[in-house]
Nanobody, 119 residues
């Protein structure tokens, strides 16, 4: 059974960098052909696909966030990370790490972590 767990600070100040880590257990992040994804949900809004990193370490980003986002992986720890730079209160959301088994088939989700951007 694959499990994903997000970790990181729950409060970030405006203009700072939001950093979250997803630890994966029960399966390797290098296994073909999975994509390890970050999805967020702002309060009162729908889910937003932010980006992903492939089993081979190639990152992909949604165009609207590409200039502020970095996704990387650490295969030795079986983790992948999200960095979102220059955050504003509009980045307040529940952030999820998710496994995509291909073509946006999201089959395993972390429990989600609330991140609030506020001074």
């Amino acid at each position: 059974q694959v499990q994903l767990q997000e970790s990181g600070p729950g409060l970030v100040k405006p203009s700072q960098t939001l950093s979250l880590t997803c630890t994966v257990s029960g399966g390797s992040i290098t296994t073909n052909y999975y994509y390890w994804t970050w999805i967020r949900q702002p309060p009162g809004k729908g889910l937003e696909w932010m980006g992903a990193i492939s089993y081979s370490g190639i990152p992909y980003y949604t165009p609207s966030l590409q200039s502020r986002t970095s996704i990387s992986s650490d295969t030795s720890k079986n983790q992948f990370t999200l960095q979102l730079r220059s955050v504003t209160p509009e980045d307040t959301a529940v952030y999820y790490c998710v496994r995509d088994s291909g073509n946006y088939a999201f089959d395993y989700w972390g429990q989600g972590t609330q991140v609030t951007v506020s001074s």
